[in-house]
């Protein structure tokens, strides 16, 4: 049984940071491509980062370049994103995103198993 558990959120003040977790069981970890997403209230779900399976490449939205930064460990089969100088508009629940892609994707349709999200909130 395939399952992405995210973890790490919470609230934070502008300016913060928060480093959130994704466990992932039931998948080969090695060969999965992991991306984040994230939703906020009556808005489409978009695309964060996303590290490729081998973590040799990454790839950032504009709107946290320079903020955020995707890794992960092979050991614990786990992806992380630190998250720095938080803003209000960072505010969303965080989705952790898998598949068994070779090249980074972006879009949410590319990746079929999903996180049950973890509420990010970030006060000004």
């Known amino acids: 049984q395939v399952q992405l558990v995210e973890s790490g959120g919470g609230l934070v003040q502008a300016g913060g940071s928060l480093r959130l977790s994704c466990a992932a069981s039931g998948l080969t970890f090695s060969s999965i491509t992991v991306g984040w997403f994230r939703q906020a209230p009556g808005k489409e779900r978009d695309f964060v980062a996303a590290i490729s399976w081998n973590g040799r490449f990454t790839y950032d939205a504009d709107s946290v370049k320079g903020r955020f930064t995707i890794s992960r460990d092979s050991a614990k089969n786990s992806v992380y994103l630190q998250m720095n100088s938080l803003k209000p508009e960072d505010t969303a629940v965080y989705y952790c995103?898998?598949?068994?892609?070779?090249?980074?994707?972006?879009?949410?349709?590319?990746?079929?198993?999903w996180g049950q999200g973890t509420q990010v909130t970030v006060s000004s």
């Open positions: 995103a898998a598949d068994y892609v070779g090249v980074i994707k972006t879009k949410s349709r590319d990746y079929k198993y």
